[in-house]
Every structure is written in C-alpha cells, then in structure tokens.
C-alpha cells in the first residue's frame, strides 16, 4: 500500500509526499490560493535516479521549507531535505 503524508506550511499551503504503486517517492504543493503544483517525482541521493521507498516523511519548518525523509525499500535512507524548500 501506498504511504502518503501532508506538511501544513505557515503560509496556509501544504506539501505532499508519497510512495507511489511504482514504489517512488512523488511530491506536490498545494499552495495558499488552492492551487496544485504538478506532481514531481523526487530524485534519489545523487540527484537523478529514483529513490526505491517504502516508507516516506515531510516536516515544515517555520520558515516555509520543508524536510522529506525516506527508507528505501530494502537499499538505506534518504536523508532530508529531499525534494522540500519552497513552493514555487
């Protein structure tokens, strides 16, 4: 199953992580006004190749960045700050 987790932003938005069913670490913004950025999958520790996750994190900072974590399916950990940072 999936694993999917939401970080509320001091700005009113929220960042979204997820394990999807090709088992990659997807993320999306949804800022202020309601609107959604598109889907983008997170890159793995070399900053290209996907990153096998079985499990995925998000935490926002008071600043408006956030911080994603992961434990691959079978191969370490991603360590943050991932895909995070601000939304555009």
């Not at 990659?24 to 913004?29: E, F, L, M």
């Not at 096998?52 to 700050?81: E, F, Y």
């Amino acid at each position: 199953m999936p694993d999917v987790r939401i970080a509320g932003t001091p700005d009113g938005g929220a960042q979204v992580v997820a394990v999807g069913l090709d088992g990659r670490i997807w993320h999306n913004v949804r800022r202020p006004d309601g609107s959604w950025t598109p889907a983008g999958r997170v890159p793995g520790p070399d900053g290209r190749d996907p990153f096998p996750a079985g499990q995925v994190h998000i935490t926002a900072l008071r600043d408006g960045t956030t911080h994603v974590s992961a434990i691959s399916a079978g191969q370490g950990a991603l360590p943050g700050p991932g895909r995070g940072g601000r939304p555009a």
